[in-house]
């Protein structure tokens, strides 16, 4: 099925409780990681290609509604055909 | 006086809302989150719970149900509206109130009777403190940490529109420990903590009086009623 990705991640500068408890519990299992952030992938499904419309519709839910612009940040929106 | 209490799907708190409008002597109003009509309330209460099951972000889809349209066309007008911990994550998902709820620092749902201090006095839901005074109502989240940037911090701090501040322990990582807000109207308030589970003598929390007796939350409601029958 023809979809968009939307992709969202807490701010780089902001607490990110959910990737610091997962961090931590990755080292103690032995992973040299330093730091783990936790985003968010979302799909939209089209029934059809979407188009330079639906990107552009898709583009402003990420940032109105699907997004926080106060906590997070849309790092991408592509078509995966 | 009639005080709507909102009930999004997983709302939990509408009934002791609604409870807390009735004891402070006002009328409580049932106003359903699909429903864009608000029945002709003088104020309205977005109480706690788990709206839409903290989906997407917490308050996030409640910001988007017809009911919240009207609150917010009508919140800009001057409509009293007070939201009380998820109640507060839909203020700020609607863009009513500035700023973020995140999951708290310690990662912990924290429930526990907490102290505040009255930062503001001049709002429809505040009146009835003193300024400075320190008041006991309960908390329970698991996001709670208020955050925003700098200069949103600096405004709040400015303009005076920290309304709550945590008093001797900082619950939830929240930024300049702030508990509650305000708009700069005033008519919008919200914070994290929950006056309406401490209404009534027996059930509020323990003082040094006695147990249970704690009935700070009360003035939260006779304030907004006051300020109605002012208006």
Redesign the interface.
């Known amino acids: 099925m023809p979809k968009i990705i939307v992709e969202v991640m807490?701010k780089a500068d902001?607490?990110d409780?959910?990737g610091?408890?997962v961090g931590n519990s990755l080292k103690r299992a032995g992973h040299s990681v330093a730091t783990v952030r936790i985003g968010k992938r979302i799909e939209l499904h089209y029934d059809h290609t979407p188009t330079e419309a639906d990107l552009e519709a898709a583009k402003q839910a990420a940032a109105d509604?699907?997004s926080?612009g106060?906590?997070e940040d849309v790092v991408n929106v592509t078509v995966e055909a | 006086m009639k005080i709507g209490v909102v009930t999004f799907p997983g709302t939990l708190d509408d009934r002791d809302a609604a409870r807390a409008v009735r004891i402070a002597g006002g009328e409580a109003v049932s106003l359903w989150h699909a429903d864009t009509n608000l029945h002709d309330v003088d104020a309205v209460v977005l109480p706690g719970g788990f709206s839409y099951g903290d989906y997407?972000?917490c308050g996030?889809i409640a910001a988007?149900a017809p009911v919240m349209q009207t609150i917010i066309e009508k919140a800009n007008e001057g409509l009293p509206v007070l939201g009380i911990c998820n109640g507060f994550q839909v203020l700020?998902?609607s863009h009513l109130l500035?700023?973020?709820l995140?999951?708290?620092?310690?990662?912990h749902f924290i429930c526990r009777d907490q102290k505040l201090i009255v930062e503001n006095v001049d709002t429809a839901w505040t009146s009835e403190f003193t300024l400075g005074q320190e008041i006991t109502i309960p908390l329970k989240n698991g996001e709670g940490?208020y955050?925003?940037?700098q200069e949103?911090l600096k405004r709040l701090e400015g303009e005076n529109l920290i309304t709550f501040r945590y008093s001797e322990v900082n619950p939830n990582?929240s930024m300049n420990n702030i508990a509650g807000l305000r708009n700069a109207r005033g008519n919008v308030v919200g914070l994290m903590p929950h006056p309406e589970h401490a209404v009534e003598p027996g059930f509020g929390p323990d003082t040094s009086v006695a147990m249970r007796s704690g009935v700070d939350g009360l003035k939260f409601f006779t304030s907004v009623l006051k300020s109605l029958v002012e208006a």
Request: charged letters at 20%.
């Open positions: 807490p902001l607490l409780p959910q610091k408890a509604f699907l926080n106060v906590i | 997407l972000r996030a988007q700020v998902e500035p700023g973020g995140i999951r708290n620092e310690h990662q940490g955050i925003a940037d949103t990582g």
